[in-house]
């Protein structure tokens, strides 16, 4: 199983950024999908997550209004494109599948996304 993120980078205050989740070696409709960050010193936090068949979503409250969540699930691949970004967003952002019908998760390497003022 891989998810391999890609799409971090610098980027200025106000600016956008698309992060992208590639996963293979899993079923991908079957799998419920979320994006996590974690800051230095801080704990991995959630920041979104969309339902297998992508009709539904979930949000943080910090990046609600600026983010959107999406997956292709024909590409096996999902999206978090961020709007707005802010000095605070400044992250590693990592990719989440969690198995619907069970326990199961797996978690990518992450992707560092630095956004300076």
């Known amino acids: 199983v891989q998810l391999v993120e890609s799409g971090g980078g610098l980027v200025q205050a106000g600016g956008s950024r698309r992060l992208s989740c590639a996963a293979s070696?899993?079923?991908?409709?079957?799998?419920?999908m979320g994006w996590y960050r974690q800051a230095p010193g801080k704990q991995r936090d959630l920041v979104a997550t969309i339902s297998r068949s992508g009709d539904s979503t979930n949000y943080a409250d910090s990046v609600k209004g600026r983010w959107t969540i999406s997956r292709d699930n024909a590409k096996n691949t999902m999206y978090l494109q961020m709007n707005s970004l802010k000095p605070e967003d400044t992250a590693v952002y990592y990719c989440?599948?969690?198995?619907?019908?069970?326990?199961?998760?797996?978690w990518g390497q992450g992707t560092q996304v630095t956004v300076s003022s």
């Open positions: 070696g899993i079923t991908f409709s079957l799998y419920s």
């Open positions: 989440n599948a969690h198995f619907t019908f069970g326990t199961t998760d797996y």
